[in-house]
């Protein structure tokens, strides 16, 4: 019996789009990016790029900030190269400044941020040093 090999490169777009589509964009983008460029184009459509929570939920509902390996790919390769898809972002406090600060985001229209404290909301909002206009 002959045995074949299909492989994730092999399948159609439209059926890749539709499978990707179910997982979390998030591991979409890091497992995806980098490999070739037909997997490159298609986890920074937009459906995968637009909306992006850069940050841990655990089963309780309860946010951390993602694994300091995830957000060096991230910082360093994946949000340059997408920046200008995104439109929302939802940040951790510890991670924000350095997403932030990654890159430029023309189309960025929202921002979530979770677990920050009184004392970095008050800085974020009155400091010009933290979101500079590049």
């Known amino acids: 019996m002959n045995h074949s090999i299909v492989q994730l490169n092999d399948l159609p777009d439209e059926i890749l789009m539709m499978i990707l589509k179910k997982l979390w964009n998030i ?4 497992s995806l990016i980098g490999i070739n460029k037909k997997l490159d ?18 089963s309780n509902n309860s946010v951390a900030p993602l694994t300091n390996e995830v957000l060096n790919r991230f910082c360093a390769q994946i949000l340059p190269k997408i920046h200008h898809h995104i439109r929302r972002l939802d940040l ?4 924000m400044e350095r997403i932030l600060s990654t ?6 229209h929202q921002l979530g941020l979770f677990n ?18 590049k």
């Open 116 to 133: 920050l404290h009184a004392k970095t909301a008050a800085s974020l909002f009155t400091s010009k040093t933290l979101i500079a206009v």
């Open 41 to 58: 184009r298609i986890a920074c459509d937009p459906v995968f790029t637009r909306y992006l929570s850069l940050v841990n939920r655990s």
């Open 92 to 95: 951790e406090s510890a991670t």
């Open 103 to 108: 890159t430029n985001y023309p189309n960025l």
């Open 27 to 30: 591991k979409v983008l890091y």
